[in-house]
């Protein structure tokens, strides 16, 4: 059963750099790390996907060491938009079938 | 390009009425999927189609049915519903097929309250 654990809360202030750990300790050989950003009353949103080493884009960075038991999500500059809850998936096997699990998520504040 | 729609966006049931929550999407994605959102919790999924036509289990499928009407259309519907089953659900949609590394796209969910 691949679970994953995250801080449930962090504070941050504009302009730092945000590092959201997420532990995947029975993560699988096949599955990938995704994380994903819900704003209130939205749905979420895709922020980065990776398998190992470490994956960048426009908004955000990923650092999956050689064991892959754990990932850091990366946000550089955060500004005030970036409040929100942060989630980091991997997979899970039910009835022979692989699902995508959901946590409780990370609540970052991010303060003037 | 409308991404993902969800109908209604709110709705207020009593003790054992019934219904159905409408999702549709315009990007061509074989899998769809319906979750629930309790307040202050993270998802959980109720039922997947990984293709038209076909349907699965989630965490939590008591309660519910579903049908992927097409390609497009994924409805969930509650025949009884209970309190338990006031929550936000999302729909979303994927391309790939290939779960390990899916990249899903949500609705803008829909506020249900059961009385």
């Known amino acids: 059963l691949a ?3 995250q801080p449930i809360s962090m504070d941050s202030y504009e302009g730092q750099e945000v590092n959201i750990t997420c532990s995947h300790n029975n993560i699988a050989t096949n599955d990938y790390i995704t994380w994903y950003q819900q704003f209130p009353s939205q749905g979420p949103r895709f922020i980065i996907q990776g398998y190992k080493t470490k994956v960048t884009n426009e908004v955000a960075s990923l650092f999956i060491p050689a064991d892959r038991k ?3 999500l990366s946000l550089p500059r955060v500004s005030l938009s970036d ?5 980091c998936l991997v997979g899970d096997t ?15 504040l991010v303060r003037p | ?23 549709a999407q315009d990007m061509n994605h074989n899998s769809m999927y319906w979750y629930r959102q309790d307040p202050g919790m993270g998802l959980r999924l109720i039922y997947y189609s990984a293709s038209e036509g076909t349907t699965d289990k989630g965490e939590v499928p008591n309660g519910y049915n579903v049908s992927r009407l097409n390609k497009r259309e994924f409805s969930l519907r509650l025949e009884s519903a209970a309190p338990s089953q006031t929550s936000v659900y999302f729909c979303a949609s994927s391309d790939e097929g290939h779960p390990e590394a899916d990249t899903q796209y949500f609705g803008p969910g829909t ?5």
């Open chain 1, 3 to 5: 679970k994953t654990t």
């Open chain 1, 70 to 72: 754990s990932s850091t």
């Open chain 1, 94 to 108: 039910m009835d022979s079938s692989y699902k995508l699990i959901f946590g409780s998520g990370t609540r970052l």
């Open chain 1, 83 to 87: 409040t929100a809850v942060y989630y």
């Open chain 2, 1 to 23: 390009n409308a991404g993902v729609t969800q109908t209604p966006k709110f709705q207020v049931l009593k003790t054992g009425q019934s219904m159905t929550l409408q999702c």
């Open chain 2, 111 to 115: 506020r249900l309250t059961v009385l």
